[in-house]
C-alpha cells in the first residue's frame, strides 16, 4: 500500500459486525472537504448537496461484505518439494553409508581380507573423516583453498558445487560415524565368536567403546540436537571424550596381544608399526585443536530490546564466519553469525535472539566476559567471494549471519525481513546497515510499518533477475526456509539455505 497518499480510507470489519471507515493517516491539505465530501458520497452511494458537506455516522453504512481470505500459496509439488529434501548432505550420507555397508558385507561374506586383518582400522578410519570434516581448522583450510583457486573464473556449476558441498559436509560427518560404529559393532562381534583366544580386558574395552561411541552419536540424532540442544552437547561431548579414551585403551590392548601364542608385546616398535596408532593420534589431534584456542574474552552487551541481545567484541573479522560463546570453558557453546565492517575493524558483533536460557541470560545477567573458540568456523556465506554478484536474504535475527557479506563484498544485495526492524535491533545494527550498504543494493522490509508479510519469492525473484545475480543465500526459520527453497527451486534460482547441523 502506497504510503504517501492524501486521504488514506479503507474498509475493514469491526467486531459487531458492521464496516467502519478508517482514516489511518491525515490529510495533507486544509481545504479538501470537497474530496471528502466526494469520498463520503461515493461509500454511501448518495450525492451530497452542493457546497455542503455531510458527516455520515458509521450507523447509516450498509454493513460491508467481509473481505474473503486470502487464497492459500499453492504448495509446491512434490518433485519440487523432493528435490530440496534429497540435498547434498543426505547425499553425501548416503554415499558414504552405501560405500562401508557394501565394505560390511563382503566382510561378513569373508570377501573382504583388509576387513579381517584391520577391522580396526576401518572403525578409526571412519572416525576420523567423521571428527576431522566437523574440525573449525580443517574446514577453514577447506573454504580457504576453494576460495583461492576457484573464485569467479571457473563454471557457475562448479562453484555452485563447491558450496554445496563445503556447505554439506556434516554429510560426511554422520555418515562416517554411523559407519564407525557399524565396523566397530562388527569387529566387537568378531571377538566375541573368538572370544576363546582373547582376553578379558580386550573384550571389556571393546563394549565400552562402542557403548560410548553409540551413545555419542544417539545424541546428535536431530531430534535431540534441535529440540534438547544443551542435553546434545554435553552428552555428545562427554562420551565423545569417554569413546576417545576407551579406544586408546582399545588400540594399545589389541594392538599389544598376540591371540595365536596369548602373549602380549606393548614394544613401542609394535605399537608404532600399527595404522590403528597413527589413526587414534590424528583422531586426538583433531578433538584437542579446537579446545587449544579456547580463550575468555571481554565483551559487551547491548539489549536494544527484549527480543534481541547485541554483543560487541574486540577485532575486526572475516565475513561469513560464525562464533561459538559459552558462560562456562567446556560446557555448552552456542554458535552465532559474526558482524564486522572488515577484518581489520576495530570490533565485531553477534546478534542473539533471545529464546533459550542461555541467550535470555545474557540479558538477565550481562557477562563481561565470555568464553569462545577464537578460530572461527567458516558458513555458507563465506564461499560469497566465489559469486560476481548475489542475494543475501534473511528474516529476524538472521541478519547476524548475512550482514558481514553484504557489508565487505560489493556485489551482494541485502534482502532483510522483520518486525519494528529499528527499535528492535537497536541503532547500532542500523548504522552497520546505512552506513555500509547503499540503497541500491538492500530491502529493508519492515513487516510493523507496511502492515503485512512481504510476497518473499517475488523480492526475491525480482531482486535476482535486476541484480544479475548469480546465486542466493537464505538465513530464515524452517518455514521460511522451505517456502524461498522450493520457491528458488522452481523458479530455477541457485539458492542455499539454513541448516540446522552445527
Known amino acids: 500500500m502506497d504510503r504517501h497518499y492524501g ?12 464496516a467502519e471507515v478508517v482514516l489511518p493517516s491525515p490529510l495533507k491539505h486544509s481545504n479538501s472537504q470537497s474530496s471528502l465530501a466526494s469520498t463520503t458520497s461515493t461509500l454511501i ?49 548416503l554415499f558414504v553409508i552405501t560405500l562401508n555397508t557394501i565394505g560390511l558385507l563382503f566382510a561378513i561374506l569373508g570377501r573382504f581380507p583388509y576387513a579381517e586383518n584391520h577391522s580396526g582400522a576401518l572403525v578409526l578410519g571412519n572416525l576420523l573423516a567423521a571428527i576431522m570434516v566437523r574440525n ?4 577453514r583450510f577447506l573454504y580457504l583453498f576453494v ?33 564407525a560404529v557399524a565396523w566397530l559393532l562388527y569387529k566387537v562381534v568378531e571377538m566375541f565368536i573368538n572370544h576363546r583366544v582373547q582376553h578379558l580386558a580386550i573384550l571389556v574395552t571393546g563394549v565400552l567403546t562402542n557403548l560410548a561411541v553409540f551413545i555419542s552419536i544417539a545424541s546428535a540424532l536431530p ?40 602373549t602380549w608385546d606393548a614394544s613401542a616398535g609394535r605399537l608404532l608399526s600399527t595404522q590403528e596408532l597413527w589413526f587414534t593420534i590424528a583422531i586426538t589431534a583433531f578433538v584437542l585443536l579446537p579446545w587449544v584456542c579456547v580463550r575468555k574474552v571481554q565483551v559487551e552487551v547491548e539489549i536494544p530490546s527484549s527480543k534481541v541481545a547485541v554483543l560487541k567484541f574486540k577485532g575486526g573479522m572475516q565475513q561469513g564466519l560464525l562464533g561459538r560463546i559459552s558462560r562456562s570453558a567446556v560446557m555448552e557453546y552456542h554458535a552465532f553469525g559474526t558482524i564486522s565492517e572488515s577484518m581489520y575493524a576495530r570490533e565485531h ?28 568456523f567458516a558458513g555458507v556465506g ?9 542475494i543475501r536474504v534473511c528474516t529476524g535475527t538472521g541478519l547476524g549471519a548475512a550482514l558481514s557479506t553484504c557489508i565487505q563484498e560489493p556485489g551482494w544485495f541485502l534482502i532483510w525481513i522483520g518486525s519494528d526492524q529499528e527499535k528492535t535491533f537497536g541503532k547500532t545494527i542500523s548504522n552497520l546497515i546505512y552506513n555500509n550498504i547503499g540503497p541500491e543494493r538492500r530491502i529493508l522490509w519492515d513487516s510493523k510499518k507496511e502492515g503485512k508479510r512481504p510476497d518473499i519469492m517475488k523480492l ?37 539455505g539454513t541448516l540446522w547441523d552445527f
Open 7 to 18: 486521504v488514506d480510507m479503507y474498509m475493514r470489519d469491526a467486531e459487531n459486525g458492521h
Open 45 to 93: 452511494g448518495a450525492e451530497p448537496e452542493k457546497g455542503k458537506l455531510e458527516l455520515v455516522k458509521p450507523e447509516h453504512l450498509a454493513a460491508a461484505p467481509a473481505k474473503p481470505n486470502p487464497a492459500p500459496k499453492p504448495k509446491a509439488s512434490r518433485a519440487i518439494r523432493f528435490a530440496v529434501w534429497f540435498n547434498t548432505y543426505r547425499k553425501l550420507w
Open 136 to 139: 573449525e581448522i580443517f574446514g
Open 147 to 179: 576460495n583461492i583457486l576457484f573464485a569467479e573464473w571457473t563454471p557457475l556449476w562448479f562453484r555452485l558445487a563447491c558450496t554445496s558441498t563445503l556447505q554439506h559436509l556434516g554429510g560426511v560427518h554422520s555418515g562416517c560415524a554411523v559407519s
Open 223 to 262: 531430534w535431540v540436537r534441535n529440540n534438547h540442544h544443551n542435553t546434545f552437547e554435553r552428552w555428545h561431548r562427554f562420551f565423545g571424550w569417554t569413546g576417545l579414551a576407551a579406544t586408546w585403551s582399545f588400540v594399545i590392548l589389541g594392538n599389544s596381544y598376540n591371540p595365536h601364542s596369548r
Open 349 to 376: 558483533y553477534m546478534i542473539c535472539g533471545v529464546q533459550g536460557d542461555f541467550t535470555r541470560g545474557l540479558v538477565n545477567d550481562q557477562p563481561t566476559e565470555i568464553w569462545t573458540r577464537c578460530v572461527r
Open 382 to 390: 563465506n564461499t560469497s567471494v566465489l559469486y560476481r554478484r548475489g
Open 460 to 496: 526475491v525473484g525480482d531482486a535476482y533477475r535486476s541484480w544479475g545475480a548469480e546465486v542466493v543465500m537464505i538465513t530464515s526459520n524452517r518455514s521460511g526456509n522451505d517456502e524461498l527453497m522450493q520457491g528458488c527451486r522452481a523458479a530455477g534460482i541457485p539458492a542455499f
